[in-house]
């Protein structure tokens, strides 16, 4: 089992910058890949960027240049640099894990991200 928990969310103006944090606890040696997500209102939940265990990472095209997934050298938090915010990004971020060996994916609460002016 992997438990995760968000924070660093709040309310931005458009332009500004927030950091969210990760903490994974458990069995933090099974997960293969850490992610971010995000749900807006009445949307599906869509992917924002991921880090693998070999340090390899994705973006979606839609937040390249803004944001930066990152990770500590314990591989036990995960962090997401959101700059140049917009009124679009406003969402509920979940973290993710995914564990190939037991073919699971690990989500957090969530934390809420308001970008109004």
């Known amino acids: 089992q992997v438990q995760l928990v968000e924070s660093g969310g709040g309310l931005v103006q458009p332009g500004g910058s927030l950091r969210l944090f990760c903490a994974a606890s458990g069995s933090i040696f099974s997960i293969n890949r850490m992610a971010w997500y995000r749900q807006a209102p009445g949307k599906e939940r869509e992917l924002v960027a991921f880090?693998?265990?070999?340090?390899?990472?994705h973006y979606e095209d839609f937040v390249k240049g803004r944001f930066t997934i990152s990770r500590n050298s314990a591989k036990d938090t995960v962090y997401l640099q959101m700059n140049s915010l917009k009124s679009e990004d406003t969402a509920v971020y979940y973290c993710?894990?995914?564990?190939?060996?037991?073919?699971?994916?690990?989500w957090g609460q969530g934390t809420q991200v308001t970008v109004s002016s």
């Open positions: 993710n894990a995914f564990s190939a060996a037991t073919v699971r994916d690990y």
């Open positions: 880090i693998g265990n070999d340090g390899s990472t």
